[in-house]
């Protein structure tokens, strides 16, 4: 099992630009969440998917950001336009239903210039 | 809402000894599950060690044990015999039962220093 999958691990980007995150998460696993790393605030829940489904998009700081899960093995994160605010570490995680437990991807860190 | 505290930003602990972190939390609800995640500097989240509600005993995982105690709300982690590898940071989180799959909720992260 190659465990949950993001790219890039690394963007440097321009204020302006679109930035898009990718996640894979973990065969079977049907719940996806995208967190938010920064030294201010923490980890924040910005999004999570149950069967595809966004379940609760809360915490989605602007219009902004965006995220989609087209398919069980694939979800994206964008950012229109990025700001050096939205600085981060972007995690990935997923779990199988009725499993009590995430599984992290190794998290993509953001930086807008 | 539910809401994790760590009350301690940093903590230091010499190698072979023992520490504990504090870890405090907010609900109204009677069914959830508890965790400790670790944050190497290579940024991974690595579960440590978790804990259902409902059970009373506390969980154990080799060197890595917790202090529930669900009246007062309070999960706190105690490693034995520190290890340099354990320098890191240290995250309690909560995440309610439900009938589908429910987000993990964070503290702010206790960063542990291990010194030789």
């Known amino acids: 099992d190659a465990g949950v999958i993001q790219s890039p691990r690394h963007e440097v980007t321009e204020m302006g630009q679109e930035v898009t995150l990718r996640c894979k998460p973990i065969s079977g696993h049907n719940s996806l969440f995208w967190y938010r790393q920064t030294m201010m605030r923490g980890l924040e829940l910005l999004i999570y998917f149950n069967n595809n489904v966004p379940i609760d998009d809360s915490g989605m700081p602007e219009d902004r950001f965006s995220a989609k899960m087209p398919n069980a093995s694939f979800s994206t994160l964008k950012i229109q336009p990025s700001e050096p605010r939205d600085s981060a570490v972007y995690f990935c995680a997923s779990s199988p239903s009725g499993a009590n437990v995430l599984t992290f991807g190794a998290g993509s860190r953001l930086t807008v210039l | 809402a539910q809401t994790v505290t760590q009350s301690q930003p940093e903590m230091s602990v010499q190698e072979a000894e023992t520490v504990t972190l504090s870890c405090t939390y907010d609900t109204s609800e009677s069914d959830y599950y508890l965790f400790w995640y670790k944050q190497p500097p290579s940024r991974q989240m690595i579960l440590v060690i978790r804990?259902?509600?409902?059970?009373?005993q506390n969980a154990t995982e080799n060197r890595f044990s917790v202090n529930f105690q669900k009246a007062a709300k309070s999960f706190s982690l105690k490693i034995s015999d520190s290890q340099l590898g354990d320098a890191a940071m240290y995250f309690c989180?909560?995440?309610?039962?439900?009938?589908?799959?429910?987000?993990?909720?964070f503290g702010k992260g206790t960063r542990l220093s291990v010194i030789a």
């Open positions: 804990q259902e509600a409902y059970k009373q």
């Open positions: 989180a909560y995440r309610l039962y439900g009938s589908g799959n429910t987000p993990l909720v």
